[in-house]
């Protein structure tokens, strides 16, 4: 059998130190190549550059920056660095959460999602801003000795958040919801002009409802959450009676 091939990445640039502990981690399993971006790009969800030449910058020791966004990388490393697909695609340890409906703006889960899209099995991590790396490290390590055992339907990738202490566990789980208060702050520059800042100073509440991802987190368990690619509402898809009298019964 051939030796496993592990592409990893981030949305927090090449240098991140959670980018250094999933690298180390996932040598356990296999042969890791890293391409990550070569900046900050936490919050670019799955965005690609279609109008935007791409580099890319050779590290040493398979790890390379690219100026894309994580999605980018993905791309990138499969196409032009691997040159086959990778068995599994990992990106993290992104620094904080990705807890309710933070999966729609994280480059850390766009990024896996682009992996299950180019064949691989994927997965996200996070862990809280306050959490020791080596424990995250150390859990994950037990996560991807159990990866291949549980299958997931096509199009779905798992999304683990790890607490701030040591875990008490892990928890399957559901996506929970969360407010952002403060969402857009104005200021007033030197000249006196407005600017804006997206985020206010406050985090985010989370409702923390029976069985969701911030529950299991916030209550010290490893939080993992299988995520689909596919949005359409099954419960509503089931209506199309109703639909057709709405929509289509008056229709000329
Ligand atoms: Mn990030």
Excluded at 230 to 250: K, M, S, T, W
Aim: aromatic share 8%; charged share 25%; net charge negative.
């Amino acid at each position: 059998m051939t030796e496993r091939l592990i592409l990893i990445t981030n949305d927090d640039g090449a240098w991140a130190p959670g980018l250094d502990a999933l690298a180390r981690v996932a040598s356990r399993f296999g042969r890791v190549v890293a391409v990550a971006p070569d900046r900050n790009r936490s919050a670019v969800s799955s965005a690609m550059s279609l109008n935007d030449v791409l580099r890319l910058q050779d590290l040493g020791g398979d790890r390379y920056a690219c100026s894309g966004t994580p999605v980018d990388c993905v791309l990138i490393g499969i196409r032009a660095v691997l040159k086959r697909e990778p068995d599994w695609v990992l990106s993290g340890i992104n620094h904080g959460y990705n807890l309710g409906e933070d999966v729609f703006y994280s480059g850390t889960v766009g990024a896996a999602f682009e992996g299950c899209l180019q064949g691989a099995r994927a997965a996200a991590f996070s862990i809280d801003t306050r959490g020791d790396l080596a424990v995250g490290e150390t859990w994950i390590g037990t996560f991807l000795e159990r990866f291949e055992s549980m299958n997931l339907p096509p199009n779905r990738i798992w999304n683990v958040n790890l607490p701030q202490g040591e875990p008490k566990g892990f928890r399957l789980s559901s996506q929970d919801n969360r407010k952002y208060h403060d969402m857009v702050e104005e200021r007033l520059d030197p000249r006196r002009t407005p600017y804006f800042w997206i985020g206010g100073e406050m985090g985010p509440t989370y409702s923390k409802g029976p069985g969701t991802d911030a529950e299991s987190v916030l209550s010290g368990y490893v939080s993992v959450s299988p995520l689909r690619l596919d949005l359409a509402c099954p419960e509503v898809l089931g209506r199309g009676a109703e639909f057709d009298g709405i929509f289509n019964g008056n229709a000329r």
